[in-house]
């Protein structure tokens, strides 16, 4: 390995499902034909159509487009970049699954070999919801897979006024826990969470994350989810890049869930979202500081704002206030940073159900340095990400990790 550094500031931003197409092995997954973006673009151009929008604006995104993301993944009404300012590739997860932790694990360098386990079609088993319903005291109700918000307008004040416990799914691995921050309190809710942590740590029960999803509001109408969200997720089942940049001494922050995601391992400053636009706001205001090392991004609302509930038009309005955003955040990047952008899995808005999708994702660097640019070859994994960072800091991937860097590539 080379003793240099090339980069000093790495910002990997994550934007949550952003799929680009049908894995080789998506039927597998129950997946047929799904491709996020370009579902969307087709839905963005149907409706920009129908109101007479100019063509050039039914999606506008034109700094994922300069940066090169239309001439990796053609969409419809987005032309290509004659010139784009980025390099651009395609990855494929070589782990197990189509979930938020498989995903952003990889990317640091974990092949996941066993998938996480979902309760989505029949809830949770008696056994469990006995057992929970005996550390914390209180009657669960619930118990299915649900949207957090129609849950809320179903059960909250059952759960209220009788003081029960609403405990439900989704089409991802979780166990969600609500709590009426009024009557309830935060602190109890994470309580009870930490108890359902434990007892989903057996294989049984195995469940990627337990998340707190505490609300205000007494009644029908009023229900309000607030940013107190807390996920428990299991640790990393090993070492990643995270770990070897902290050892070395390098800054690594996170924006999001990603501290969640990696239970603070690696991790040397946390910074919280209260949404996707929220968090490139803290990005962008990173990007003013002096640091060296990581800043890791994930901007969820993508995922459970609109690829979960099926909103096609949501999340690709989503996608151009994010556009927006990076156009903000590109005149604050010098010779001395790379940027990354990228996605952790699927969630197709217009395929059948709410789960996630199996798909690949998009690779777009840029940083102010390139001299060249263009299409990159495609990688088998998504851990291109972190072999790629640790390589640039000259620190080694732990051991048994995966992935190749590509750092030589970037000129």
Known sequence: MENYKKYKRVFVIVIDSMGIGAMPDSKDFGDVGVDTLGHIAEKMYEKGEKEGVDIDK?????????????????????DGEEIPDGYYLKM?????????????????????????????????????????????GREIIGNKSASGTEILEELG??????????????ADSVLQICGNEETMGVETLYKYCEIARELTMRDEWRVGRVIARPYTGQKKGEFVRTSNRHDYALKPTGLTALNSLKDAGYDVISVGKIND????????????????????EQTIEIAKRDFTGLCFVNLVDFDALW???????????EIERFDEKLGQLLPLLGD?????????????????????????VPLVMYSKSFVENGKLDDTKTFA????????NFNVDMPKNTIGDSILQKLR
């Open 58 to 78: 039914r999606f506008y995104i034109p700094n994922l487009k300069k940066l090169g993301l239309t001439n990796l993944k053609p969409i419809v009404g987005v």
């Open 92 to 136: 494929y997860e070589t782990s197990r699954g189509k979930d938020t932790m498989t995903g952003h694990w990889e990317m640091m360098g974990i092949n996941t070999t066993k998938p996480f386990i979902t309760f989505t079609e029949t809830g949770f088993p008696p056994e469990l919801i006995s057992e929970l319903e005996k550390r914390t």
């Open 157 to 170: 004040e059952q759960e209220i006024n009788e003081g029960k416990l609403i405990v439900y799914t989704s």
């Open 261 to 280: 995601i990696f239970v603070g391992e690696g991790i040397t400053e946390s910074n919280r979202s209260k949404s996707s636009v929220h968090g490139m």
């Open 307 to 317: 690829g979960h509930r099926r909103d096609p038009i949501g999340y690709g309005q």
């Open 336 to 360: 001395e940073d790379l940027l990354m952008i990228t996605a952790d899995h699927g969630n197709d808005p217009t395929y059948t159900g709410t789960d996630h999708t199996r798909e690949c």
């Open 384 to 391: 291109t990400i972190g072999a790629t960072i640790a390589d």
